[in-house]
């Protein structure tokens, strides 16, 4: 008896391996200004530009971590972004050997007296502070954070501080001076922001 014919296995359809596309960012300038109608490239080569949107994306990446890490906080300890930095300011001056009082956290915080006194109310009623008298000033009271969201806050946003913290200790010092001076001038260019038109 013959034996039986070899059966031909199928053959494979060759793979088609789409090519990765990598999504343009939104802080090139060849991308969003490619006429230079703002952002003028004379004399930057390519690789400059490339240096340049590392650098914005890196910023834009800190940004949304730093975000996501505050909204965490917030959500965890069961607060607004506002109450938030009244508690942190009060650790800090707690931390400074120095009296915390609604009218230095108004001033902190650039908001009314009333504006204030609701603070604190949420505060107290969440149990994240206490108010009681003043060691030295009759007419005024004194905030402090209760132990348990002074725990809390050194869990949350102090971890992620000293982290903060590390990475740039970790930098030589022209290094730190180079970083200081970009992030000054960076922050001078949010102060010629126009304003929306008042009513």
Request: aromatic share 4%; glycine share 6%; no cysteine.
């Amino acid at each position: 008896m013959d034996p039986a014919p070899a059966v031909a296995e199928p053959s494979a359809e060759p793979s088609i391996t789409e090519p990765s596309i990598t999504e343009p960012s939104i802080m090139d300038p060849r991308v969003m200004d490619p006429q230079e109608e703002l952002v003028r490239r004379a004399g930057l080569a390519d690789t400059d530009v490339d240096q340049v949107v590392r650098v914005l994306e890196g910023l834009r990446r800190w940004r949304e971590a730093e975000r996501r890490a505050s909204e965490a906080s917030r959500r965890y300890m069961n607060l607004g972004e506002t109450d938030m930095k009244a508690v942190r300011f009060v650790i800090a001056l707690r931390n400074q050997g120095r009296v915390a009082t609604p009218g230095a956290i108004a001033t902190h915080l650039g908001i009314t007296t009333a504006s204030t006194t609701k603070l604190l109310d949420r505060l107290v009623a969440g149990g994240h502070v206490r108010r009681f008298p003043h060691p030295s000033d009759r007419r005024s009271l004194a905030i402090e954070v209760s132990d348990e969201t002074r725990r809390v806050a050194r869990e949350t946003v102090g971890r992620s501080h000293a982290r903060r913290f590390d990475a740039v200790a970790r930098l030589a010092p022209r290094e730190r001076e180079i970083v200081a001076r970009f992030l000054e001038d960076l922050a001078a260019t949010g102060e010629d922001v126009p304003q929306p038109p008042q009513d």
